[in-house]
């Protein structure tokens, strides 16, 4: 069994930061590929930010060279840091763990998920 508890998000203007962090409990996190995705209104769940357990990434076109996502294996924590925020950055995001073991950015290919932290960038 695995937990996500996602925390961080909030208001921000744009060309703003926040940083968003996500605490995962079980003994499986350090094995785990792991991924951000978001959510806007109206819109479909959308793949952000992946991290393999051997700490390879991979970013959506949308926020290349703005966002860096990074793990703790010491602290069971995964982060995603976003600089440079856009209106179009305001989602609720979710963390989630992989139940592949390849790079995947479909949501279905991942098996616990967050509760979700919502992000609100203004203009």
């Known amino acids: 069994q695995v937990e996500l508890v996602e925390s961080g998000g909030g208001l921000m203007q744009a060309g703003g930061s926040l940083r968003l962090s996500c605490a995962a409990s079980?003994?499986?996190?350090?094995?785990?590929?792991m991924g951000w995705f978001r959510q806007a209104p109206g819109k479909e769940r959308e793949f952000v930010a992946f991290i393999a357990s051997g700490g390879s990434t991979v970013y959506a076109d949308s926020v290349k060279g703005r966002f860096t996502i990074s793990r703790d294996f010491t602290k069971n924590t995964m982060d995603l840091q976003m600089n440079n925020l856009k209106p179009e950055d305001t989602a609720v995001y979710y963390c989630?763990?992989?139940?592949?073991?390849?790079?995947?950015?479909?949501?279905?290919?991942?098996?616990?998920w967050g509760q979700g932290t919502q992000v609100t960038v203004s203009s």
């Open positions: 079980g003994r499986t996190f350090s094995i785990s590929h």
């Open positions: 989630a763990r992989s139940r592949r073991v390849y790079f995947s950015r479909l949501p279905g290919d991942y098996d616990y």
